[in-house]
């Protein structure tokens, strides 16, 4: 009889099933082979490669856990009015953004849908300008837009002025009814440096960094990916 007929059949569904915890997840890269035999474990991994991505993502949302629960509070509430949605939210997405970052610019169409179809959902905007002096330049005119008022007038109208320069930020500005030069502001600067800290707790190096819930997604991970973490969220609460 072939090794491949003496198998039964119904092991790799077993191994699929199991490897569907992070937990055992572990277990079955580290010790399995010692149980199970290299080979079977191999091909539990190819058939389901996705195994180790979700593990991977479980484990990194367990790690950020503890940063979550002391930062929920600040992470969820805005400076003035650099939010959109709703009002009375059941579920908070939070946005660490660049203006002259393009893939912050290339995921604005995903957050705008999911505020659309969402009544419930609010997105937090906090300014992490980490691209040169134009995108600092541009969070300060930003905040103070947002001190404003006029937050989502300035966002939206940057952003369809192009990357962030003297001649964009001005025409965003006098879209939005506001100076083009933003004074000195002692909670801007705080709100600033409040962001930097809590980026760098959470591991962030680029933007678009997205907290929903208990999960830290990195990079413009598109809207089938932000409406699950969104869902994932409103399950844990219920």
């Not at 709703?86 to 705008?112: G, H, M, Q, R, W």
């Not at 990357?163 to 933003?182: K, Q």
């Not at 929903?212 to 997604?217: E, M, P, W």
Request: hydrophobic letters at 45%.
């Amino acid at each position: 009889m072939s090794e491949h007929k003496g198998r039964s059949p119904w092991v790799p569904g077993i191994v699929g099933g199991v490897l569907g915890s992070v937990l055992t997840a572990g277990l079955l890269v580290v010790a399995a082979p010692q149980w199970l035999g290299p080979r079977l474990v191999r091909e539990a991994l190819v058939e389901q490669p996705d195994i180790l991505v979700q593990a991977s993502d479980a484990l990194r949302d367990r790690q950020y856990e503890p940063v979550l629960t002391a930062y929920r509070q600040p992470l969820e509430t805005a400076f003035a009015s650099s939010w959109k949605g709703s009002a009375k939210p059941d579920v908070t997405l939070v946005e660490f953004f660049d203006y002259a970052c393009t893939y912050c610019k290339a995921s604005n169409p995903d957050i705008e849908r999911l505020i659309a179809e969402d009544k419930g959902l609010r997105v937090v905007y906090r300014e992490f300008p980490i691209l040169g002096q134009a995108s600092l330049d541009a969070a300060k005119v930003s905040l103070a837009a947002s001190r404003a008022g006029r937050f989502a007038q300035f966002h939206d109208a940057l952003y369809a002025a192009g990357r962030p320069g003297p001649e964009t930020i001005a025409l965003a500005a006098r879209a939005a009814g506001i100076p083009d030069a933003a004074a000195a502001d002692p909670a801007a600067e705080a709100e600033l440096k409040r962001n930097y800290q809590m980026a760098q707790q959470l591991g962030a190096n680029a933007t678009p960094l997205f907290i929903i819930g208990n999960k830290v997604l990195n990079g413009a991970v598109g809207y089938d990916a932000l409406k699950e973490a969104i869902a994932a969220a409103r399950r844990t609460k219920q």
